[in-house]
Nanobody
Framework: QVELVESGGGLVQPGGSLRLSCSAS????????LAWFRQAPGTEREFVAA????????QYHDSVKGRFFISRDNAKTTMSLQMDSLKPEDTAIYYC????????????????????WGQGTQVTVSS
């Protein structure tokens, strides 16, 4: 099991930017694909972005393409999500998750494809 801790959430105005980070407890972090999900009140947890162990494979939800950018630094056992041009509908708790293997699962959009989860960080986009 890999312990994951998210940080970087907060309150931002529409059109603003935030950078989320996910740090891991073990250097085995580098062996796994990772992802970001989000959950707004009263909704199911929703896929945002995923990245393979090397960073060469990346997937995004259509709603964040061109605005959000996922990256990782295996040497520092961290993953980041740069969020630009934020919208009120991006308001949610954001979670990082660890996949079961090195590559992005074919069902990368499903929470069932991930084995470890962080506690989440709140992102609120409001004027």
């Amino acid at each position: 099991q890999v312990e994951l801790v998210e940080s970087g959430g907060g309150l931002v105005q529409p059109g603003g930017s935030l950078r989320l980070s996910c740090s891991a407890s073990k250097d085995t972090f580098s062996r796994y694909a990772l992802a970001w999900f989000r959950q707004a009140p009263g909704t199911e947890r929703e896929f945002v972005a995923a990245i393979s162990w090397s960073g060469n494979g990346i997937q995004y939800h259509d709603s964040v393409k061109g605005r959000f950018f996922i990256s990782r630094d295996n040497a520092k056992t961290t993953m980041s999500l740069q969020m630009d041009s934020l919208k009120p509908e991006d308001t949610a708790i954001y979670y990082c998750a660890r996949g079961g293997g090195k590559y992005i699962h074919t069902s990368y959009y499903s929470t069932a494809s991930y084995e470890d989860w962080g506690q989440g960080t709140q992102v609120t986009v409001s004027s």
